[in-house]
């Protein structure tokens, strides 16, 4: 009797801008293939486990609908990893493996959480709580638990959006001490921006008006200054732009925002500055820098530090990848490197219904590599040679 194994495994992954992250504990990334979760183990060689395998470990089945969204809570119990998967079939579902990079993860929890889609996760870095955004026109705050030996999460609230909008990107951060911020980007030209005004419940504070189409990304990253901690928030959009936000403390140095004007010629590139008042401070949130260079609608935005050096990578429908980085001597952002493929469907392919481009970027948990989701559902990667100080393509 014959016997047959598994050798290998492909997969295409489902384009959409929120159906991957790569974990920054075991190194696999976690991505939506139809209905099901393919985790999958590059083969950079500082990820590859001990028994040497790399690839696509496994499927994880459950879901009924595409695969829409997926985040690793970057937290373990007793040795538990979770994962967290939204799809078309409007259920939020808690996925649990261990620390390991086995690829072995089984679904503990599932819950009908909208009446729509689940278009977009977004996890707190530092507390264990996560949100979830849906066309129901609702966003949903939620908290994790490990309990009995299992991950677990409970409803917290809900958020109505009102005028109504489809969300399609969340960004989640604490702040200083109890206090946290949640902004909203999705089919209208503002980010919506929330904050606790009261522990683990969010009040709406601001729209921030600048982008001039949809807004499909968002993702926030602490800044560290002399005078504390600032956030930055990256935000990008449909009109081929990425913008910067930055978030501060209002301390005795840091003048009042009604006594502060914003004067610039270019009125797309002049933005107010707003408040946000929180539960123990209240902090300003002004605008920082846009970012020029895609040609194309700008599906992901991405954020790393783990070398010191802030960068953020966009995907964009212009087949490429852009990093970029502060200039050591003006700290203006420019673009270091451009990534991608050649290709006919280049250009204005989302004006015509194309679905060209590059619709997920991700950056390896050390920041030496980078991958890429295209048209087709494959998966590219970049890996940074630091003798040369360039990227090249990899294996996969």
């Keep these: 009797m014959s016997t047959f194994l598994?050798?290998?495994?492909?997969v295409g992954g489902n384009r959409y801008p929120e159906a991957a992250d790569w974990d920054s504990l075991t190194g696999l990334v976690a991505y939506g293939a139809g209905e099901n979760i393919a985790l999958w183990r590059p083969s950079v060689h500082r990820f590859v486990g001990l028994d040497?395998?790399?690839?696509?470990?496994?499927?994880?089945?459950?879901?009924?609908?595409?695969?829409?969204?997926?985040?690793f809570l970057p937290f373990v119990n007793n040795g538990k990893r979770a994962l967290l998967s939204g799809s078309g079939d409007c259920t939020v579902r808690l996925w649990q493996g261990d620390s390991s990079a086995s690829g072995v993860f089984e679904n503990v929890k599932s819950v009908t959480a909208h009446r729509g889609s689940v278009n977009c996760l977004a996890v707190s870095p530092h507390r264990p709580i996560f949100?979830?955004?849906?066309?129901?026109?609702?966003?949903?705050?939620?908290?994790?638990s490990f309990m009995d030996g299992a991950w677990d999460h409970s409803l917290l609230q809900t958020?109505?959006?009102?005028?109504?909008?489809?969300?399609?990107?969340?960004?989640?951060?604490?702040?200083?001490?109890?206090?946290?911020?949640?902004?909203?980007?999705?089919?209208?030209?503002?980010?919506?921006?929330?904050?606790?005004?009261?522990?683990d419940t969010f009040t709406y504070q601001i729209s921030v008006t600048g982008h001039e189409n949809w807004i499909r990304s968002l993702a926030i990253q602490p800044e560290t200054q002399v005078n504390g901690p600032d956030r930055l928030l990256a935000s990008a959009s449909q009109d081929k732009y990425v913008r910067l936000w930055r978030?501060?403390?209002?301390?005795?140095?840091?003048?009042?925002?009604?006594?502060?004007t914003v004067t610039n010629d270019l009125a797309e590139i002049s933005n107010k500055n707003h408040i946000l008042k929180a539960r123990n401070n209240r902090y300003l949130l002004s605008f920082e820098a846009l970012m020029v260079g895609h040609e194309d609608w700008v599906y992901k935005v991405s954020?790393?530090?783990?070398?010191?050096?802030?960068r953020l990578l966009s995907a964009s429908a212009d087949n490429s990848l852009a990093i970029w980085s502060p200039d050591a001597a003006s700290g203006i952002w420019i673009c270091i490197a451009r990534l991608g493929e050649i290709s006919a469907q280049k250009g204005s392919t989302t004006a015509t219904g194309s679905s060209g481009g590059l619709w997920i970027g991700l950056w390896s948990p050390d920041g030496k590599s980078v991958a890429g989701l295209g048209r087709t559902g494959s998966w590219s990667i970049w890996n940074h040679d630091e003798g040369q100080d360039s990227w090249q393509p990899g294996i996969g």
């Design 6 to 10: 598994a050798d290998f495994i492909a």
């Design 52 to 71: 040497g395998r790399f690839g696509i470990l496994s499927l994880l089945r459950g879901h009924d609908a595409n695969v829409t969204t997926i985040k």
């Design 131 to 144: 949100a979830s955004g849906s066309a129901d026109a609702t966003v949903k705050l939620w908290k994790a």
């Design 159 to 199: 958020i109505n959006l009102v005028p109504k909008f489809l969300p399609l990107s969340l960004a989640l951060s604490y702040l200083d001490g109890d206090d946290s911020v949640l902004a909203i980007g999705g089919t209208k030209r503002s980010l919506d921006i929330y904050s606790t005004e009261q522990k």
């Design 247 to 260: 978030i501060q403390r209002l301390t005795t140095g840091i003048p009042d925002p009604d006594q502060l």
């Design 303 to 310: 954020w790393q530090s783990s070398d010191g050096t802030l």
